[in-house]
């Protein structure tokens, strides 16, 4: 077997945080996202469009909070950064060791925080990320496309980062030459990513965009220790995984208030029916901990929806992230950007739930969102209307009863179960064009 050489081409930022503090270059695990920064940018500044920063400086606990914080610093003065900086330091996550290995308990952190008038509009784009983790030539070996063979490519996706700096809803965006497989193999890495939550300059990352380019080096081909004839499945169905109980329970015990949070991505292939055998961890961040025996331990409460005709799906492989929490700390919420669904509503019943006021007022169209919170099962509990097209003539009601029949994948892209993520349902209901009539015939 080759070794695969192959070039990875990401942009960096490898700065800390500032060096007057006593630990100069912390680990944030988890920032607050755009959301809130904008609730807590001060409401002049916002309405004038005018950019601020601050600089807090807290104590660091050993389970990586920050505590007995205040402004050293604030930009323009006056102006009110200072005290919405303050209110995000909540919000904030270290790891307990810093990036050069010093504990941080006690240690004296100064966190930077700048508010631009573009963190008040949805969207926003991350354009000098800082890796925390990323895939290797050799981790890249593991994806390479058999049909590619010693072929090189270039590849581009797109993917909105989470408050923990992981990835989600990743969608290809160039892929040269195409047809090769590049696209598919960059894609099926992103689990690998890891992003520190909050960049170097201040801003916050969760919920933004990132675009990332791979360069595929020619001859990198080889198929790793995997072989060079799998394939590996993306957004698996699945019908059964571990409940937020379990994968507390699958935290070291040695790592309890040591270690906050750890990401493991695991290789595995499938039985005939649907659950998963053979798996081997492909990432483990950070490693020697006990994490990868853990994901190992939870692989065996995985199934995907198995029908009559999948009967190649043991020549299948499927990586599985897990993003394990410290279960003695407050876990944060859980983020689901685009949810996978198992089970939609026909399109075949869809106009049926088209609101009959809305019909005899003369409508043909309408839409509604609705807010709900996922069970352990994907099903959509707890909806409620926040947002609704003609109100009172029952696009809402309606939205209602086309979310009491969705369901949602059981495991986030992240690595955690979809348990309790709340999510935004947006419903459209058209009524069918109605067939033109013939023209009557003539005499």
């Not at 504990?103 to 926003?124: E, H, M, N, Y």
């Not at 009172?392 to 892209?413: D, H, P, R, S």
Request: net charge neutral; proline share 8%.
């Amino acid at each position: 077997m080759r070794t695969a050489v192959a070039a990875l081409v990401l942009g960096l930022s490898l700065g800390a945080a500032a060096r007057s503090a006593d630990l100069s270059d912390p680990v944030f695990l988890k920032a607050p996202d755009r959301d809130d920064w904008a609730k807590a940018y001060p409401a002049q500044a916002a309405q004038s469009g005018l950019s601020g920063s601050a600089q807090v400086r807290c104590a660091a606990t050993a389970a990586g909070s920050l505590e007995n914080c205040a402004v050293v610093a604030e930009t323009p003065t006056g102006a009110g950064f200072g005290a919405a900086a303050l209110s995000l330091m909540g919000g904030m996550e270290l790891r307990p060791t810093s990036q050069s290995g010093q504990l941080i308990a006690g240690k004296s952190v100064l966190v930077p925080i700048k508010f631009t008038p573009d963190v008040l509009r949805p969207g926003g784009v991350v354009t000098h990320p800082d890796w925390l983790k990323k895939p290797r030539s050799e981790d890249m070996a593991q994806y390479w496309p058999v049909e590619a063979a010693d072929k090189g490519g270039k590849v581009s996706v797109s993917c909105v980062v989470s408050t923990r700096g992981l990835l989600d809803n990743c969608r290809l965006t160039s892929e040269d030459p195409a047809g090769h497989g590049f696209g598919a193999a960059a894609l099926a890495m992103t689990p690998l990513f890891l992003m520190r939550p909050m960049t170097v300059d201040g801003q916050p990352v969760g919920g933004a965009a990132i675009n990332i380019p791979i360069s595929f080096g020619a001859g990198g081909g080889g198929g790793g220790r995997f072989g060079s004839t799998i394939s590996i499945l993306r957004a698996a169905p699945w019908s059964a995984s571990p409940t937020l109980a379990e994968m507390a329970a699958a935290f070291p015990k040695s790592a309890i208030g040591r270690i906050a949070s750890a990401h493991v991505v695991m290789r595995c292939a499938f039985e005939r029916d649907g659950r998963l055998e053979d798996c081997d961890s492909i990432s483990e961040d950070p490693p020697g901990h006990g994490f990868a025996n853990a994901a190992r331990s939870l692989t065996r409460q995985f199934r995907i929806m198995v029908g009559a005709d999948d009967k190649k799906i043991t020549d299948l492989r499927v990586d599985v992230p897990f993003d394990f929490r410290d279960p003695s700390q407050p876990g944060p919420a859980i983020q689901v950007f685009n949810p996978q669904w198992l089970k939609t509503v026909d399109p075949a019943a869809a106009p049926k739930l088209f609101p009959e006021s809305a019909a005899k007022a003369g409508l043909k169209e309408g839409r509604a969102i609705v807010e709900c919170e996922v069970t352990h099962a994907g099903a959509l509990a707890g909806c409620s209307v926040v947002k609704e097209d003609a109100p009172g003539m029952g696009f809402g009601e309606a939205a209602l009863a086309v979310a009491n029949v969705m369901q949602a994948n059981l495991w986030t892209a992240q690595g955690t179960p979809v348990e309790g993520a709340r999510i935004r349902l947006p419903v459209t209901l058209k009524l069918p064009d109605e067939p033109a009539q013939a023209p009557a015939a003539k005499p």
